[in-house]
Structures are given as C-alpha cells and as structure tokens.
C-alpha cells in the first residue's frame, strides 16, 4: 500500500468517533496522508489528547458514552456539519454496530470498516459458526443453532461431553459465558447464561461447545480490499490477559509452528472471504494443548494490539484500512507480507495490581515515557491530564521490538524502567513481573496465566526502590502536584547507577 506523493489524499477530512489513544493513531494516519482529521469529545474530554491532535473538534455531549461517544445521531450531525467524507470508529464504542456502518452509508459518509452485513453476520455468534463451517473453517464441536428446552440442551451436551461452555450468540468478550463440567449443573448454569446474555447483549439466545482446557488465545489479522483481494498479516498471541481483558500481547506466537502458521493464515483468508470482508479484521482461534487450532471469532475492526503486527510486517494497518475505504486496491500480495523479529505490547493501564486490579484514575502529575531504539508508545494522555473513570483505564501501549524474542523482552524491560507516571496508579510493576517469569520466558502461557501464576506479593519481589521515580514523585509535591501511589517500578541494571544516584539527590534537594 505504498502511496506516492503525487497521488490525492484519499479523503479530504476524517471523522474521527473515539478517543484515547486510538482517536490519536488515526489522527497521526490522517495528517501523514494530507486528511484532515475531526475530533469529537465529551465534556471532561474537552482537553484531552485526541482533541489537541486534531485540525477540528466538536463537543458531542456528557461524560456517559451513552450521551456522547455512542450517540449515532449526534456523530453522524457532526460528520456533515464538519464535511467529512468518512468516519473512523477506533475499537470499542461504535465500531462494530451494523447500524452505525448503515447509518454512514445512509448519510453519504464513507464507514472505514466493512458493510453493515459482515458485522451483522460476525455479530450473530451462531451465524458466524454456521458461515465459517459452510467455509471449511475448524469450528469448535458444538450446536449449530440458539438452544431451545433444556432437555435439548442436556442431550447435546452430553453428545460432545463434558465440560462444555454455555455461550451468548448475541455477542462474544466472556459475557453471558459458563463453563460446565458435568450434567447436574447444565440447568442453573443455563438460567444463568441465559439472563446475563439478555442484560449484557438484549438477546438471550445461548449455544453449546465443547471446552477447550487451558487454551491459547491466537489471533490472525487480516486485510481485505474492495477489489476481492485478501491478505493475512500472521498472527498475534494474547493468551496473557485477565477477565478477557488482554495484558501482554506478541508477535509471533511461540506457539506455532510454521505449518501450523501457514495454514492458520490459509483459514483466515477463507473466513474473511466468506462474509466479503472489507478493511482490517482478526480471526480469533483457540489453540489447544495439541496445537489444534479453531476458530472463536471474527473481530470486525482494528484492534487494541495492532501495532505489534506493524511492527512485525512494517504495514501500518491503520492507512491501510483508509485506503481501502477510499476504494484503492491493497498495494501487495501474501507473498511480500513476511515477519520480520519480534515485537510485544504491554497494555499501560490506570490500575492498582496490588489491590485487586482496582481501576486507579486521578491527575498525572508526573509522566515520562520510554524511547530508544524499538520503543513505540502510543498514548492517549500527557502530563496534566484527568484520567476519568468514566472510561477504559489504558493510559498508553508500550510496544518493544527486537529481533529475537529474547532482545524485544530485554527492551521492554529497559523501557518498563524508563516510564514514570506520578498520580494514577499504573500496572507497571505487573509488566515487569510477568516479563521476567519463567513460564513467560519459556514461553509457556495459556489464558489462565495470570490467575495461575500472579499474587501481589509477587511484585514486591525483585523491584528494588526504584530511586528516579521516587524522585520524581517528590518534585511533584514540591511543585504542588499530588504523588498518589507511586507504581515502584524500578528498572533493571545495577541498582546504584550515576544516573540513579544523581536522580535520588537531587531530588532530596528539592
Ligand atoms: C472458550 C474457552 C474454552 N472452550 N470456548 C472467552 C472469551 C470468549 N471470546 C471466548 N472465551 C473462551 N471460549 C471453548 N469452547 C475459553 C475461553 C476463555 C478465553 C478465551 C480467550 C482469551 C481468554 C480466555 C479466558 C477464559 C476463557
């Protein structure tokens, strides 16, 4: 997707509906493709990044998503009062609501994603098991339609055998799911699975699969154009995650090997084909301890962790899904895209790992963040800035590359030591953890990882004081800041460096 410099922008200005960190990317996408960009913002959002980044910014209504960031009406008002000829939805929020997609069509605004049928289809989690075995795509072993009486279920279930999972059709993340490990508890974990899909997803509609022990989460990105061009990116493991929230994410997977790999992108490419797909998607699977791999979910927009497949493949995939809403044809083929090194993403949220995970908002009175050779940070906040509950917590994603596994690790570790954020508690001590464990470095992960392995004594172990972020913190009160709960992440290497020292002095002076 090369484009040359004689070439027309694709469009002329871009709305953009999120925030955070993903609003910024696509911003950064925009000006380096001469699009303008149009931000949109709820009110504690008024100076937030996202707003600072763009070339024009329109309120959209209060703090609640609900009243702002999910308002269809207010964003398509915003669009053509703007004169964007396109809207970007980032991830969460609107990105993956057939409506949304139809309601740009209909108002003559091109939606950077796929057609409201794709989504609709991915959406329906029962449709999307009958497409995908219709494509010749591995599915779990499990019903081929919503359950009906009990008594159906309890015959089923025990026709693949237990432990089963009881899932929601009506929409993926864990919500409305229960593991059942033997007939007694079908009907109550039924009822149960039934009433949390109609509150989470308005429908209760539920489905039976065979449960996967211990499974690796694997996923394949892929790229479709409007010229029936389809391309995979390879694949991301992100089996570290908690509550099916993803933490650590990298690619390749140590998983795979490259028949495995191969075919695993082979499968995604016919998943993708299957619903026509258009723009930048993923394919979930789940891997089991065989190495059998099936399909879990198609994801119908661009991921949190993203940048570690650009970093493998060099393609920036946002520019990419740009391009291909403009119509153009997908620059390359399957055999110019190769991985090259190593890259993982550690996910910087706004949590206390000490205390349960507890979201931990407030100022950010202090921040410095990492670089140096193969850092990325995409963040969405600065110095200053309110990180408000009203939203995901993630402040930034650090993204190390190296060309072994081994050196992306080093780097990331080297960077975790560099970030410091003074005011809302961060999991970077977590990272710095989990990187440095042996199942970890082994490459020995499963998405029961962390519950597995993590206790918050843990992290206690082997994190000296770390000298520079205590200095900081004390600056910050002497300038009139608030230091709450420094993260005490202390960086690797000898614990009495110049840097160190000089860092704790000058800091007491103050
Ligand atoms: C499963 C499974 C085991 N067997 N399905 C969780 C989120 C949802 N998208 C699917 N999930 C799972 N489905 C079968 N048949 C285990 C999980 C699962 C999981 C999957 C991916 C990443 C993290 C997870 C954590 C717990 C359970």
Same mark, same amino acid.
């Given at each position: 997707?090369?484009?040359?410099?004689?070439?027309?922008?694709?469009?002329?200005?871009?709305?953009?509906?999120?925030?955070?960190?993903?609003?910024?990317?696509?911003?950064?996408?925009?000006?380096?493709?001469?699009?303008?960009?149009?931000?949109?913002?709820?009110?504690?959002?008024?100076?937030?990044?996202?707003?600072?980044?763009?070339?024009?910014?329109?309120?959209?209504?209060?703090?609640?998503?609900?009243?702002?960031?999910?308002?269809?009406?207010?964003?398509?008002?915003?669009?053509?009062?703007?004169?964007?000829?396109?809207?970007?939805?980032?991830?969460?929020?609107?990105?993956?609501?057939?409506?949304?997609?139809?309601?740009?069509?209909?108002?003559?605004?091109?939606?950077?994603?796929?057609?409201?049928?794709?989504?609709?289809?991915?959406?329906?989690?029962?449709?999307?098991?009958?497409?995908?075995?219709?494509?010749?795509?591995?599915?779990?072993?499990?019903?081929? &339609?919503?359950?009906?009486?009990?008594?159906?279920?309890?015959?089923?279930?025990?026709?693949?055998?237990?432990?089963?999972?009881?899932?929601?059709?009506?929409?993926?993340?864990?919500?409305?799911?229960?593991?059942?490990?033997?007939?007694?508890?079908?009907?109550?974990?039924?009822?149960?699975?039934?009433?949390?899909?109609?509150?989470?997803?308005?429908?209760?509609?539920?489905?039976?699969?065979?449960?996967?022990?211990?499974?690796? &989460?694997?996923?394949?990105?892929?790229? /479709?154009?409007?010229?029936? &061009?389809?391309?995979?990116?390879?694949?991301?493991?992100?089996?570290?995650?908690?509550?099916?929230?993803?933490?650590?994410?990298?690619?390749?997977?140590?998983?795979?090997?490259?028949?495995?790999?191969?075919?695993? /992108?082979?499968?995604?490419?016919?998943?993708?084909?299957?619903?026509?797909?258009?723009?930048?998607?993923?394919?979930?699977?789940?891997?089991?301890?065989?190495?059998?791999?099936?399909?879990?979910?198609?994801?119908?927009?661009?991921?949190?962790?993203?940048?570690?497949?650009?970093?493998?493949?060099?393609?920036?995939?946002?520019?990419?899904?740009?391009?291909?809403?403009?119509?153009?044809?997908?620059?390359?083929?399957?055999?110019?895209?190769?991985?090259?090194?190593?890259?993982?993403?550690?996910?910087?949220?706004?949590?206390?790992?000490?205390?349960?995970?507890?979201?931990?908002?407030?100022?950010?009175?202090?921040?410095?963040?990492?670089?140096?050779?193969?850092?990325?940070?995409?963040?969405?906040?600065?110095? /200053?800035?309110?990180?408000?509950?009203?939203?995901?917590?993630?402040?930034?994603?650090?993204?190390?590359?190296?060309?072994?596994?081994?050196?992306?690790?080093?780097?990331?570790?080297?960077?975790?030591?560099?970030?410091?954020?003074? /005011?809302?508690?961060?999991?970077?001590?977590? &990272?710095?953890?989990?990187?440095?464990?042996?199942?970890?470095?082994?490459?020995?992960?499963?998405?029961?990882?962390?519950?597995?392995?993590?206790?918050?004594?843990?992290?206690?172990?082997?994190?000296?004081?770390?000298?520079?972020?205590?200095?900081?913190?004390?600056?910050?009160?002497?300038?009139?800041?608030?230091?709450?709960?420094?993260?005490?992440?202390?960086?690797?290497?000898?614990?009495?460096?110049?840097?160190?020292?000089?860092?704790?002095?000058?800091?007491?002076?103050?």
């Amino acid at each position: 997707m090369a484009t040359s410099h004689s070439e027309r922008p694709p469009f002329t200005r871009i709305l953009v509906a999120n925030r955070g960190e993903i609003a910024v990317r696509v911003m950064r996408a925009c000006r380096e493709l001469g699009i303008e960009s149009v931000a949109v913002y709820s009110e504690p959002d008024r100076s937030a990044l996202h707003v600072r980044q763009a070339d024009h910014a329109y309120p959209i209504g209060p703090a609640a998503a609900a009243e702002s960031y999910l308002r269809i009406d207010k964003l398509i008002a915003v669009a053509l009062e703007s004169r964007a000829d396109a809207i970007h939805p980032g991830y969460g929020f609107l990105s993956e609501r057939a409506a949304f997609a139809q309601a740009c069509a209909d108002a003559g605004v091109v939606f950077i994603g796929p057609s409201a049928h794709a989504i609709a289809a991915m959406g329906d989690k029962v449709e999307a098991r009958r497409l995908m075995r219709k494509a010749g795509v591995p599915v779990v072993p499990g019903s081929d &339609h919503a359950l009906g009486s009990d008594g159906e279920v309890e015959k089923l279930a025990s026709a693949i055998g237990f432990p089963v999972m009881l899932k929601a059709a009506g929409g993926g993340g864990g919500k409305g799911m229960r593991l059942v490990e033997s007939p007694d508890q079908l009907k109550s974990a039924l009822r149960a699975a039934r009433s949390e899909a109609r509150s989470a997803f308005g429908d209760d509609r539920v489905y039976v699969e065979k449960a996967i022990v211990r499974p690796r &989460h694997i996923e394949v990105q892929v790229l /479709g154009d409007t010229h029936g &061009h389809v391309v995979h990116l390879y694949e991301r493991e992100c089996s570290v995650q908690r509550r099916h929230q993803k933490v650590i994410e990298e690619s390749p997977s140590t998983a795979l090997d490259e028949a495995t790999r191969s075919e695993m /992108g082979r499968v995604a490419v016919a998943a993708a084909k299957a619903v026509d797909y258009v723009g930048a998607g993923t394919v979930e699977f789940l891997v089991d301890q065989e190495r059998r791999f099936h399909f879990l979910e198609m994801n119908t927009r661009i991921q949190v962790e993203h940048p570690i497949t650009e970093a493998v493949t060099g393609v920036d995939l946002v520019k990419a899904q740009i391009e291909i809403a403009a119509g153009r044809p997908l620059g390359f083929e399957q055999a110019d895209v190769v991985q090259r090194g190593w890259a993982i993403e550690c996910r910087i949220y706004a949590e206390d790992p000490e205390n349960n995970f507890l979201p931990a908002p407030g100022r950010i009175a202090v921040l410095r963040v990492p670089s140096g050779i193969g850092i990325r940070d995409d963040s969405g906040v600065y110095e /200053g800035f309110e990180v408000s509950t009203h939203y995901d917590p993630i402040l930034s994603k650090l993204v190390a590359w190296g060309a072994t596994r081994d050196e992306a690790i080093g780097r990331m570790l080297r960077a975790l030591g560099e970030y410091v954020i003074v /005011g809302p508690t961060a999991n970077v001590a977590f &990272h710095r953890w989990a990187l440095r464990h042996p199942a970890f470095r082994a490459g020995d992960i499963d998405t029961g990882f962390i519950a597995r392995h993590f206790t918050p004594a843990a992290l206690a172990e082997g994190t000296e004081a770390d000298l520079p972020l205590i200095g900081a913190a004390l600056a910050a009160i002497a300038r009139g800041g608030t230091a709450v709960g420094a993260n005490g992440a202390g960086p690797p290497g000898p614990p009495r460096s110049r840097w160190r020292e000089l860092a704790r002095r000058e800091a007491l002076r103050e």
